[in-house]
């Protein structure tokens, strides 16, 4: 009778919950920047053979997302701000949560390699693995370091788009990867120096957790500062130009203004203001990286007129 009732009381997943977990706002960043590279890259590619890269590109990344949240369900149980995701929700069974990510990695691979080329293909699921194993499984619990390494995950998609266009690398899609990969870590921290106490009680080894929040916002400091010669750098080549360097030199200008004010802050302020320029500096994380890619774009479309 008690399994029964049990049973009974079990939320049913929705179509949404599926969706859920292919983490919908991750997935917007990784068809954004892998359809900017792919766009700006000195290829014409059929519209719809663009079209097809960039979904079956999404699919990895929504399949990197089921593989994430499948293994860390019993991170996201404890904190705030993931309690509610479909599986520690008890809406979603953890098998398929796996089974979901599982089917779309081998899907989005098998069809980008048919639909563009091979090599872009093995390289998006190069990502899905690094993602998945070498980040989520590896270093997320293991060291302080995670997000500085694993950053790469999410640094790759220019890189994929630019592949499926070219079939190769360049110095543009290397400075796209670059731009993304050393923005992540001051991203991320300055989330973790108002979430700290819940990568604490997860067991999380985030910075702000095992050196400090005042070892981070030093570190946040510097990297704004590595950052932006690398943001800069692209704008020299084939696909920057003076509308994306104005951006580029006002993002930059306005990111590192705001790692120096993270950088002055004691702990006294912070708490007393609830975090708020924490709060603020990652927000402006969210659009300095949008406005780049933006940019980007912008730039490409002056450049054929």
Request: aromatic share 14%.
């Amino acid at each position: 009778m008690t399994d029964i009732n049990a049973c009974q009381a079990a939320p049913e997943a929705e179509f949404n919950d599926y969706i859920a977990l292919l983490k919908p706002r991750v997935m917007s960043l990784v068809v954004f920047t892998a359809f900017v590279g792919l766009w700006v890259a000195p290829v014409d590619v059929h519209p719809f053979l663009a079209f097809c890269s960039v979904l079956f590109i999404a699919l990895g990344g929504g399949a990197s997302g089921a593989l994430n949240m499948w293994y860390d369900s019993d991170i996201d149980a404890v904190m705030r701000r993931t309690q509610s995701r479909p599986i520690p929700a008890g809406r979603v069974q953890r098998g398929e949560a796996l089974a979901v990510g599982l089917a779309l990695a081998g899907l989005s691979v098998m069809m980008l390699g048919l639909v563009a080329n091979w090599f872009a293909a093995l390289f998006l699921a190069f990502t899905i693995f690094f993602y998945a194993v070498v980040y989520t499984i590896w270093l997320k619990r293991w060291t302080p370091q995670n997000i500085v390494i694993g950053g790469a995950a999410g640094a790759f998609p220019p890189m994929i788009g630019w592949a499926c266009a070219t079939g190769g690398v360049s110095i543009e899609s290397l400075l796209m990867f670059a731009l993304i990969f050393f923005w992540t870590p001051p991203h991320f921290w300055a989330l973790a120096l108002f979430m700290r106490d819940d990568y604490k009680e997860a067991g999380v080894p985030m910075l702000t957790v095992t050196h400090g929040r005042p070892v981070t916002r030093r570190h946040i400091f510097a990297y704004t500062l590595v950052l932006a010669p690398f943001s800069l750098w692209l704008g020299f080549t084939s696909v920057g130009g003076a509308l994306y360097l104005a951006v580029a030199v006002v993002l930059n200008a306005a990111f590192v203004r705001g790692g120096w004010q993270i950088l002055r802050r004691s702990e006294e302020a912070a708490r007393a203001d609830d975090f708020a320029v924490e709060k603020r500096v990652f927000k402006l994380s969210l659009t300095y990286l949008f406005l780049h890619f933006l940019a980007l774009l912008g730039q490409n479309w002056l450049g054929a007129w």
